[in-house]
């Protein structure tokens, strides 16, 4: 880790006097508002934000633009969550957006503004580095909610993109669906088109009902409007609907289920941006953005048989465990289970929505390398109780990883429940590789 991201780490996520969205404003009103003069594309939701993200980023490309892509969390280095044409950026830029936004913290401290917490720190770095690049389009990704999120004082952004709405973060956005819909819904500004996932008829409800009322075009992309066409080599094809009425068949190279529905809220999304004359875009274009989308830690196959994802939700759990299923019945052999997970999560109902209905051989809980670790025995308990199998107990991530490796047999090998167990391991595989 360098200076830099060491120094970013020790910045609280939280903090006791919190800024809000007006002092962010004046943030970057110091910047001299470089957002201002960016298209910006606003991505929310629960779960499927950063893939929609990439799947974008990976069209426009294809369509011949530029693309700066702000996203997190990160899984090895903080300068994932600052992409210019899909790739981290240069490290030259990443020191320069740091020096200038430090310095800028340092002088609105002295006069008696709050520092900024973890995220808003990184989110003025992003418009810092994008200032600095000028891409045609950039791709902003909120951090945990949406209507008090840091990213939401964008006023004018091209598109609004609202992803799968599920139960998360409930502490901070609502014990319900509809609550969590209410803030995720308020990143929709004044008369700028709206696509959202309406899989969930409560959510789709709260998201129309505030296009309607500022005005906001609205794109929903209904489960009845993404047809899987079959299976293929590298993928599965489907056919998702586009603005203009017309399917548009693709072929997404995951065998995550909830990957389809992410790549046609992503083409929908490019085809409102067409329609709207923000950019242009071919059919073909949308085909080889979908085809090369890449992004780690979303049921990514690092070795044969084995997926790493960063599921941690019940929402994204539940997705998960129906690929799992599918692709159990093709092997034919039980799945082997490796599970880390953050304490502030809802790991024994993401446990159970994962376990529902699998045939599981082998698991094991572990203890990640972070403060927010949950204890792996009571990991071990919830696993036991959700799969039937008496887990395997570890303290660090390495020796689970080599002991799931050595029991996963013919069947399926599989690490969820936290992107820092995603982290951990391929931070482990790319050290391995420079051996």
């Not at 779960?47 to 997190?72: D, I, P, Q, R, W």
Request: glycine share 8%; with cysteine; net charge neutral.
């Amino acid at each position: 880790m360098s200076e830099i991201e060491a120094y970013i780490e020790r910045i609280p996520m939280w903090a006791s006097k919190k800024n809000s969205l007006e002092d962010i404003r004046r943030y970057l009103c110091r910047m001299g508002d470089p957002d201002q003069r960016m298209k910006i594309i606003h991505v929310a939701g629960t779960n499927g934000k950063g893939s929609v993200c990439m799947f974008l980023t990976s069209m426009l490309l294809e369509a011949g633009y530029t693309v700066g892509t702000f996203v997190s969390p990160h899984l090895v280095s903080l300068r994932e969550r600052f992409l210019l044409n899909g790739e981290m950026i240069e490290e030259a830029w990443f020191r320069q957006a740091f020096l200038r936004v430090k310095k800028l913290s340092d002088e609105k401290t002295a006069e008696g503004s709050a520092p900024p917490t973890y995220f808003e720190f990184l989110f003025y770095m992003a418009m810092a580095v994008y200032e600095t690049c000028r891409p045609d389009f950039v791709i902003l990704e909120t951090g945990l909610g949406g209507r008090l999120d840091a990213t939401n004082v964008i006023r004018r952004p091209v598109l609004t993109v609202l992803t799968s709405i599920s139960m998360d973060h409930r502490s901070q956005l609502g014990n319900s669906i509809r609550e969590i819909a209410v803030q995720k819904a308020g990143i929709l500004k004044p008369g700028v088109p709206a696509v959202f996932d309406a899989s969930d008829a409560e959510a789709a409800a709260v998201i129309s009902a505030r296009a309607v009322e500022l005005g906001c075009p609205q794109f929903p992309v209904t489960e009845q409007e993404v047809v899987c066409l079959g299976r293929e080599e590298g993928g599965v094809r489907i056919a998702a609907e586009t603005a203009d009425g017309g399917p548009l068949a693709v072929t997404v190279p995951s065998e995550a289920e909830y990957q389809q529905r992410n790549a046609a809220v992503a083409i929908r999304a490019m085809s409102v941006l067409r329609r709207s004359g923000v950019c242009r875009f071919s059919p073909e274009d949308a085909a080889r953005g979908i085809r090369r989308f890449a992004w780690p830690g979303r049921m990514e196959e690092v070795l044969p048989g084995v997926f790493l994802d960063g599921a941690h939700n019940p929402g994204a759990a539940e997705s998960l465990n129906r690929t799992l299923r599918r692709m159990q019945k093709e092997t034919g052999a039980p799945v082997s289970l490796l599970v880390g997970a953050a304490a502030d999560k809802e790991h024994k109902k993401v446990l159970q929505a994962l376990c529902r209905q699998l045939p599981v051989g082998y698991a094991a809980a572990v203890r990640l390398r972070s403060e927010r670790s949950a204890d792996p025995a009571l990991l071990a308990e919830e696993l036991q109780e959700a799969c039937g199998v008496k887990p395997e107990i570890f303290d660090d991530t390495e020796p689970a990883w080599n002991r799931l490796l050595a029991r996963k047999g013919s069947g399926l090998a599989v690490c969820a429940g936290s992107l820092y167990l995603v982290g951990e391991i391929r931070a482990m595989l790319k050290e391995e590789r420079h051996d």
